[in-house]
C-alpha cells in the first residue's frame, strides 16, 4: 500500500508539475516581455482552422489573421530580417524558433520570395519548407512559387536552406529562356545551378506539354546553359528512342551570345543536295553584332551573307548585309551549263531624333543584281518585286537662318532590263521663304508691299542611266550627266476681288548650268548609228565640254472661288434634308517667251538631207535637268472645275430618339468630278489642249476611279492632229472629242461580323445561347420575358472571312504605234478564311483577261498546334510553281526541329 501512496503522489506531483510548465510559466513569460517586443497582430476576418498546434507550441487566435511580422534574430544567424505573412493563421513555437504559416503565406529574405499555401520556417537550422493544399478534387493549390532575382519557379514542395542556398524541390517547373524544364526531383546546388534527373525540356507552355526531350540526368545554370546526358524525344507521350542524343547543350542566356549557326539541309534538282544558311554568329558587344552564314550545293552551286546590327544609345542604330552567290546550273561542258554571279546591298541606318536636331544622316539602301531575286529569293514578295531603289542622306539646318543644305546619294533600278540609275552626289541648298520688305518691329496690318516674299533652292546633280553591265566601263565625261539648278520663285501678294475671288500673281524664274553642250553637224553620205532619238543618222553629234547656261521665266496670274447650290426638298416628311453642290472654278493665264529665238542660242538650225531640208535640234537635249525651253512663244490661259456631290439623308439606323431628334448622316454622291484643259493664245494652230476628266465616287461600298482623256482635234490617216475640231468634223458621241486614254479601275472589301459586333434586331439576328429576348417597354418599366427564341439550343459557329478584289481596265487610243487601239484589263482576287479558331486558309491571285493568263497565284493553307505549327503553300502554276508542307515548332530556339516536304519553283527542267 504504501508503494501504491507513493506511485499515486508522483502522478499527482507529475500534473502539478506538467500544468505549472505548459500553462503557468509560458503565461509568465509572455507577461514578462516588453510589449515592443510582442508581435504585431491585426484582426481581419474569422476563419477556422482544422489544424492541431503540438504540445509545445504557442497557438495564436485563428481569428487574428493576415499576421506579419519581422522576426530579429541575433546578428551570426541570418544577415537580414525574414519577412512574413498569412491571410490564415500563424504558429509560433514556444522557444521562437519555428513559425507555421497557413493559407496564401508569403516569406520574403533579401531578394528571394516565397509564396506557398502553408510554409515551415525554422531559425534555427535556417530551413523552410513549403507546400500547396490538396483540394477535395485532388487538385493541389497555391503550389510553393520561388523567386530569386530573376529566377522564379513553381513546386509541389519545396525545402530550401537560407545559409547554404541548396534546397530540394519535387514536382518543379521552371522557366528557362523560351523553355520549360518540368522535373519530379531536382536538387539546387548553388543560387542558380540545379540538379536533375527524368526531367522534361519543351517550349510547350501547357501543364501537360504536347512534346519534350526527356533528359535522364541534367544540369541547368540559370541564364547560362543546360547540359543533359542521353535524351530522347517525347512527342504526345510517345517516345522516339532513336534518333538517341547521347548527351546535349542548350544555350539558355537572357542576352544574346556567341555560337555556331546550324545549317539547313535539302535537295533541290537543279542545284542538287544543299546546306543552307549555316554559318557562326558572333556577340561581338553592346554596340554591334555579326553573322556570317554560307550556302554550299552538290552541283557547284555557293553563297555567302555577312549580316551586322549596331546600335550606340540615344545617337543611333542600323543595320547591314552583303549577299554573294554563285548559282550553277547544267552539267560542265553542255550546251545547257550556265553559271552566273549574284549580289545582294542592304544597309539602313537611322539617327535618334536627340543626337544633334541641325543635322541628320539616314540610309535605305536596296541594290542587288537584275538575276539575284529570281534566282536566290525563297520569298515571295522579293520574287514579285522589279524595282529598288536607295537613298542616302546628310541634312544640316543652320540654326536661326532661313538655310539648310543636304547631301543625297540616290539609286534606282529595274530588275527586268537590269537598267539602273545613279545619283552621286546630289547637293541641294535652300532659303525658306523670307519677306525682304517687312520690318521686324512691325506694328499694325501689313501693308501690301510687305507680304511679297521671296524663296530659293539650289540643287546639284551627277547622274547616269544606264545599263547594269556597263556602269563601271562608263565614261564620266561621256556618259555621266551633271548641272546646277536654280530656283527663284517670287511669291506675289495674293487678293480678293468683290471678296469672292481671290487672285494670286507669280513669276517663276529658273536657270541651270550645264558643263557641256551638243553640237549638231550634217555629214553628206553619214551614216551614224548612235545618234540621240529624233536625230537623221545624216547629222553628226559631238559633245563639246565647257560651261552652258540656260534660263527660263514665266509670268501667272491664276484666280478661283467656289459657288454653292443647295437643293431641299419641299416634302416635310422626305427622309432626305438635302443635297448639296460644291463647285470650285479656276483660271489662270499664263506667259512664256519664245525661247527657241536665235538670242538665246538654246537651238541649232541643221541641214538634214541632201535635198536642203532644215531641222532644230536642241542643243541641251538629254541634259540631267531636262531639254532646253520649249520653242515658240507661249500666251496660254488654263482652266478647270471641281465639283462635290454630298446628300444629307435620316439615319434610320438609330431609333431611340424622337423626330425632333432625329440624326443626319453625310452620304457621298460624287467625291471628285474634274474637268481640265487650257487655251494658248499665240499658236498658230491646235490651240486648244486635250481635255482631262477624272472622277471617284463609291457606290454600295465600291470605291470606283475612272478618268478619259479627250483630244478635240480629229487625226488624218496617219493618226497625226490636224486642225480641225472634232464637233465639226463627226456626229453623234464622236462630237465631244477623240478618247486617246481612258481608265477605269474599282475595288471592294468585305468581311464577316465580329461576335462583339452589335446587332440590330429583326429576323436572322438572334440572340447568344441562353439568353431570351424581352418585350420593348419604357425605362421606367420592368421588361417581360417572351419565348425563348427557337434557336438557343444551336452552337453559335461562326467562320469569319474577308475577301476583296480589284478591277483594272486601261484602254489606249488609236495611233501609229497601236493602229486599232490599245486595250489591257486585269482582275485580281485575295481572300482570307477562319475555317476554325486553329484552321486558316488564305489565297490571293491575278487574272489577265485580255490574254487569259494568271499571273502569280498562291493558296495557304495553316494549322496552330500550339506550340507547334503546321503549313501547306502551294503555287498551281506560272513560274513559281511549286508546293511547301511543313510541321515545325514555333520557338526560335527549335527551329530546325520540323518536317518539311517541298518541291521549289528551282526544282523544274525549264528554270
Known amino acids: 500500500m504504501s508503494i501504491l501512496r507513493i506511485v499515486e503522489t508522483e502522478n499527482i506531483l507529475n500534473r502539478i508539475f506538467l500544468t505549472y510548465l505548459f500553462i503557468v510559466f509560458p503565461f509568465i513569460v509572455l507577461l514578462a516581455q516588453e510589449p515592443d517586443n510582442l508581435p504585431e497582430l491585426k484582426r481581419t476576418a474569422d476563419i477556422s482552422t482544422s489544424f492541431l498546434p503540438a504540445l509545445d507550441t504557442v497557438v495564436m487566435d485563428s481569428t487574428q489573421l493576415a499576421i506579419e511580422d519581422t522576426v530579429k534574430q541575433a546578428p551570426p544567424m541570418l ?61 493541389m493549390t497555391q503550389k510553393p512559387i520561388f523567386k530569386q532575382g530573376i529566377e522564379e519557379y513553381e513546386s509541389e514542395t519545396m525545402r530550401y536552406n537560407f545559409e547554404t542556398e541548396k534546397a530540394f524541390i519535387t514536382k518543379v517547373v521552371s522557366k528557362q529562356g523560351e523553355g520549360f524544364i518540368h522535373s519530379d526531383r531536382t536538387k539546387k546546388i548553388g543560387e542558380e545551378v540545379f540538379i536533375t534527373e527524368d526531367a522534361k525540356y519543351t517550349t510547350c507552355d501547357a501543364d501537360h506539354p504536347h512534346f519534350y526531350l526527356n533528359m535522364t540526368k541534367a544540369k541547368v545554370i540559370s541564364n547560362k546553359k543546360i547540359i543533359t546526358g542521353p535524351a530522347y524525344l517525347v512527342l504526345e507521350d510517345f517516345p522516339i528512342y532513336f534518333p538517341l542524343l547521347p548527351f546535349g547543350y542548350f544555350p539558355n542566356s537572357p542576352t544574346y551570345s556567341s555560337g555556331i549557326l546550324i545549317p539547313k539541309y535539302g535537295e533541290e534538282q537543279n542545284r542538287g543536295f544543299f546546306l543552307r544558311d549555316g554559318g557562326y554568329y558572333w556577340a561581338a558587344g553592346q554596340y554591334f553584332d555579326l553573322a556570317v552564314q554560307g550556302d554550299i550545293y552538290s552541283k557547284g552551286s555557293w553563297g555567302v551573307r555577312m549580316r551586322t546590327n549596331y546600335k550606340v544609345r540615344y545617337k543611333f542604330s542600323g543595320n547591314f548585309s552583303f549577299d554573294y552567290a554563285i548559282n550553277a546550273y547544267g552539267e560542265k561542258g553542255l550546251d545547257t551549263y550556265q553559271r552566273s554571279k549574284q549580289y ?48 542616302v542622306s546628310y541634312t ?14 540616290r539609286h534606282s533600278q529595274n530588275t527586268r532590263d537590269s537598267t539602273i540609275s545613279l545619283s552621286f552626289p546630289e547637293l541641294t541648298f535652300s532659303m525658306a521663304k523670307v519677306y525682304p520688305f517687312r520690318s521686324k518691329n512691325r506694328t499694325g496690318k501689313l501693308k501690301f508691299y510687305e507680304k511679297f516674299g521671296i524663296t530659293y533652292t539650289g540643287n546639284f546633280k551627277n547622274t547616269i542611266d544606264t545599263k547594269e553591265s556597263m556602269l563601271l566601263q562608263s565614261s564620266f565625261s561621256k556618259d555621266w550627266k551633271n548641272g546646277l539648278k536654280h530656283n527663284i520663285p517670287l511669291a506675289f501678294p495674293s487678293f480678293n476681288l468683290f471678296k469672292y475671288i481671290n487672285f494670286s500673281p507669280g513669276i517663276g524664274y529658273n536657270e541651270k548650268w550645264y558643263f557641256k553642250k551638243l553640237n549638231y553637224e550634217y555629214v553628206e553620205g553619214g551614216n551614224f548609228q548612235n545618234n540621240p532619238s529624233g536625230v537623221p543618222g545624216t547629222v553628226r553629234v559631238d559633245t563639246i565640254a565647257g560651261f ?34 460644291k463647285m470650285t472654278p479656276s483660271i489662270a493665264f499664263s506667259y512664256r517667251p519664245d525661247f527657241g529665238a536665235e538670242r538665246f542660242g538654246y537651238y541649232q ?136 486614254q481612258a481608265n477605269l479601275s474599282f475595288g471592294m472589301s468585305l468581311k464577316s461580323k465580329n461576335k462583339g459586333d452589335k446587332q440590330g434586331q429583326g429576323q436572322g439576328q438572334g440572340l447568344t445561347t441562353g439568353e431570351s429576348e424581352t418585350v420593348g417597354v419604357a425605362d421606367d418599366e420592368e421588361p417581360v420575358p417572351v419565348l425563348p427564341s427557337a434557336y438557343d439550343n444551336y452552337m453559335d459557329f461562326s467562320m469569319p472571312w474577308d475577301v476583296g478584289f480589284d478591277y483594272s481596265f486601261n484602254y489606249t487610243g488609236k495611233s501609229s504605234a497601236y493602229p486599232n487601239g490599245k486595250v489591257s484589263q486585269t482582275i485580281g482576287v485575295r481572300g482570307n478564311l477562319s475555317i476554325t479558331e486553329k484552321w486558316k486558309l488564305n489565297m490571293n491571285t491575278n487574272f489577265d483577261i ?59 527542267s525549264d528554270f
Not at 543635322?359 to 518585286?385: E, P
Not at 544640316?396 to 546619294?409: A, H, Y
Not at 472661288?561 to 422626305?574: A, E, L, Q, R, V
Not at 532644230?616 to 520653242?631: E, H, K, L, M, T
Open 344 to 391: 545582294k546591298v542592304m544597309w539602313s541606318h537611322t539617327q535618334d531624333s536627340k543626337a544633334n536636331p541641325n543635322q541628320t544622316f539616314s540610309a535605305s539602301v536596296n541594290l542587288s543584281s537584275s538575276g539575284y531575286d529570281k534566282q536566290n529569293a525563297y520569298n515571295t514578295n522579293d520574287y514579285l518585286t522589279t524595282t529598288k531603289s536607295s537613298s
Open 548 to 581: 552652258n547656261r540656260v534660263y527660263d521665266y514665266a509670268y501667272s496670274l491664276s484666280s478661283s472661288t467656289t459657288i454653292y447650290g443647295m437643293f431641299i426638298p419641299k416634302d416635310p416628311t422626305s427622309k432626305i434634308k438635302g443635297i448639296r453642290h
Open 79 to 139: 544577415d537580414a530580417p525574414i519577412k512574413y505573412n498569412a491571410e490564415d493563421s500563424m504558429i509560433v513555437s514556444l522557444d521562437g524558433q519555428k513559425v507555421f504559416l497557413y493559407n496564401n503565406s508569403q516569406v520574403t529574405y533579401q531578394n528571394i520570395e516565397l509564396g506557398a499555401y502553408y510554409i515551415e520556417l525554422d531559425l534555427e537550422t535556417k530551413e523552410i519548407f513549403a507546400t500547396g493544399f490538396i483540394d477535395s478534387t485532388g487538385e
Open 605 to 740: 538650225h541643221v541641214q538634214v538631207d541632201s535635198a536642203g531640208n532644215m531641222q532644230y535640234f536642241d542643243i541641251n537635249a538629254g541634259g540631267v535637268y531636262g531639254a532646253s525651253p520649249g520653242r515658240g512663244e507661249s500666251a496660254s490661259i488654263s482652266f478647270g472645275i471641281n465639283n462635290n456631290l454630298e446628300m444629307k439623308v435620316l439615319d434610320t439606323n438609330d431609333s431611340t430618339k424622337t423626330d425632333a431628334e432625329q440624326n443626319y448622316k453625310k452620304v457621298k454622291l460624287i467625291d471628285n468630278l474634274s474637268i481640265n484643259s487650257s487655251y494658248d493664245f499665240i499658236r498658230d494652230s491646235l490651240n486648244l489642249a486635250p481635255f482631262r476628266i477624272q472622277a471617284r465616287t463609291t457606290v454600295a461600298g465600291v470605291n470606283i476611279n475612272m478618268g478619259t482623256t479627250l483630244d478635240p482635234y480629229v487625226v488624218d490617216k496617219n493618226y497625226r492632229r490636224i486642225n480641225k475640231y472634232a464637233w465639226n468634223e463627226r456626229s453623234g458621241i464622236s462630237k465631244l472629242g477623240r478618247i486617246t
Open 396 to 409: 544640316r539646318r543652320f540654326e536661326n537662318t532661313p538655310f539648310n543644305v543636304s547631301m543625297n546619294l
Open 850 to 908: 485580255m490574254a487569259g493568263k494568271f499571273s502569280f497565284t498562291n493558296f495557304n493553307l495553316s494549322r496552330d498546334l500550339h506550340c507547334w505549327a503546321m503549313s501547306f503553300s502551294f503555287v498551281p502554276f506560272g513560274f513559281r510553281k511549286s508546293y511547301s508542307f511543313t510541321i515545325s515548332a514555333k520557338s526560335s530556339m527549335l527551329k530546325d526541329l520540323k518536317l518539311q516536304k517541298q518541291q521549289s519553283h528551282y526544282d523544274r
